[in-house]
């Protein structure tokens, strides 16, 4: 089981989280002139990496917030989880490779 | 190839069974393959050995990077069924189940098929509506499916508490008899040593890395761990591992990895005779032919590839289990696993065609592929070998999720096993 570390409360256990997909997926400004290609990019394809991921997560039995998180696919260990909004943090390798571990 | 029968079971036991031979080649990759197939699981090899026997085609390799069929194929529950809701899924089910009650013969291995039936339990009137309708629909289709009372599903299952008083009680259950389990390594090994003795080279721990292509687009072969290989065609059967593989030649899927886990309990004398499933509390189970309850968890919510999972997913499965069958409360668990789930949006499954010539794909099989093992790997050999879908799987293409034509069984079963 996951230990996540809420922004807003600190570190809890998995079963108070809901999993939100990949983070920093832009709706699109202009719906009216995206072409059917487009919104199958938007709505369906997605990285799916094998590496670090960019997702999201509620604390969904806790404060209620979204909230995004750096997590290697790998390993399942956390570099970090940020607040809404924020754009991608950038990583160091030595994060990264602590994440890889 | 030694062929298996009760006459060379009886000439090997003269021979203190010294006789038996490797039941597949042990081969270095060539330089060259017409075509390459990615993923040694069950729908891998399958697909090389239907393109050795059904398009006469020999010059083939199978690339693995672990073990054979270590993947999902050997990580999996083993239910097989065809009674889907929408008559593309049913079909091209349908189609692998067929193929499953004929396997045995067909490759000369035992692959354990006992159709003992799948029972999947409603308990809700919504269950119930969904339910009956798709026995409805199946029956169309001319596919086994049968509504039982809660009566009768207790007399064809006396394991199951039909007590209108526990929290989800049961309101009845489709039955499609036809359904049934198998054993997962046999079928692997199966297709492995038939194809094998045709001529398909069978390639062990061997990572493909990149795939390589010309200046025009096409594929020219593949990069792995044990060098370069050439090849003119590439079938794609990665499973989990499907958006890392078609990464390589800058496709992007519509997929997302999950674990999914299963787990096992003690083996007892047979107490489960058939298979049951239920969506809305979320729970499978049959007995193995070792006596063990062999259960199934949901998947874990985030993309993963540790083939782990957390704990908590199967405990809320025995939740469900020990309120069906409550004599179950007191099994020992023995084992549980992980593996690696690629799921579409849909659920419904991809082999097809991709938009880089000579690159194919069959993916998107999530938690649901063992029992279209025969099927997608028939259909996947035809549309390598014919460069078109067949029929069947001519719906299951990247482009539905473009075209907005989804197969959602999804939202028709929400569980998909
Ligand atoms: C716990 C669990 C329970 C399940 N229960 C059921 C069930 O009851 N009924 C059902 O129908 N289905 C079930 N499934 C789903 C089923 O197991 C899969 O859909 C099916 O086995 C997929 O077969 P495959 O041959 O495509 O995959 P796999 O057996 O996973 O084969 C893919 C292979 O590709 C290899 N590979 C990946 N990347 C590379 C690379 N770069 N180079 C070379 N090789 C590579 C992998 O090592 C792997 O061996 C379950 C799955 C799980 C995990
Ligand atoms: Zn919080």
Known sequence: MLLIKCPYCGERAEVEFANGGEAHIARPADPMTLSDEEWAQYLYMRDNPKGLIAERWRHAHGCGRFFNALRDTRTDRFVMTYEMGQPRPDVTPEQAAEAAR | ?417
């Open chain 2, 1 to 417: 190839m030694q062929k298996f029968s009760a006459f060379s079971l009886f000439r090997q036991a003269l021979g203190a069974h010294q006789g038996w031979k490797p039941q597949w080649r042990s081969v270095k990759p060539k330089a060259a393959y017409d075509i390459i197939i990615v993923g040694g699981g069950g729908h891998g090899l399958g697909a090389a050995y239907y393109l050795a026997k059904q398009h006469g085609l020999r010059n083939i390799a199978v690339v693995e990077r672990g073990w054979l069929a270590g993947g999902n194929t050997a990580r999996n529950t083993t239910i097989i069924r065809s009674n889907y809701l929408f008559d593309e899924s049913s079909s091209y089910y349908e189609h692998s189940l067929k193929l499953w009650e004929g396997l045995s013969q067909e490759l000369n291995y035992n692959v354990m098929f006992s159709q003992r039936g799948c029972l999947m339990i409603a308990h809700t009137v919504h269950d119930v509506q969904v339910f009956k309708r798709h026995v409805h629909a199946n029956r169309l289709n001319g596919i086994d499916n049968e509504w039982l009372t809660p009566q009768e599903v207790k007399e064809f299952c006396p394991p199951l508490n039909i007590s209108p008083n526990i929290r989800y009680p049961i309101l009845g259950g489709a039955l499609q008899r036809r359904a049934g389990t198998a054993r997962h390594d046999a079928v692997a090994w199966g297709f492995a040593r038939a194809a094998s003795d045709m001529g398909v080279d069978i390639i062990e721990n061997c990572e493909v890395t990149g795939i390589t292509r010309a200046p025009s687009g096409e594929v020219t072969g593949v990069e792995t761990t044990l060098g370069p290989i050439k090849a003119r065609k590439i079938g794609v059967s990665a499973a989990g591992h499907s958006s890392v593989v078609l990464g390589m030649a800058g496709i992007r899927l519509p997929l997302q990895s999950n674990p999914l886990q299963a787990l096992v309990s003690e083996p007892v004398k047979p107490a489960f005779p058939t298979i049951v499933m239920s969506n809305t509390i979320h729970a499978y189970i049959s007995q193995s032919d070792k006596g063990e309850m062999v259960i199934g968890a949901g998947t874990d919510s985030y993309v993963s590839y540790t083939q782990r999972g957390g704990l908590h997913i199967p405990a809320h499965t025995l939740e469900a289990i020990t309120e069906l069958c409550p004599m179950f409360r007191r099994l020992r668990m023995m084992r549980s696993w992980g593996g690696i789930t690629d799921n579409t949006p849909d659920r419904s499954p991809i082999t097809a065609k991709t938009s880089v010539p000579g690159l194919y794909v069959n993916c998107g099989w999530g938690t649901g592929g063992f029992k279209a093992t025969p099927g997608a790997a028939n259909l996947f050999a035809w549309t390598i070998a014919k460069d078109e879908p067949h029929p069947i799987n001519a719906p299951f293409t990247i482009e539905r999720f473009r075209d907005g034509t989804l197969i959602d069984e999804a939202a028709a079963a929400a569980v998909a096993h």
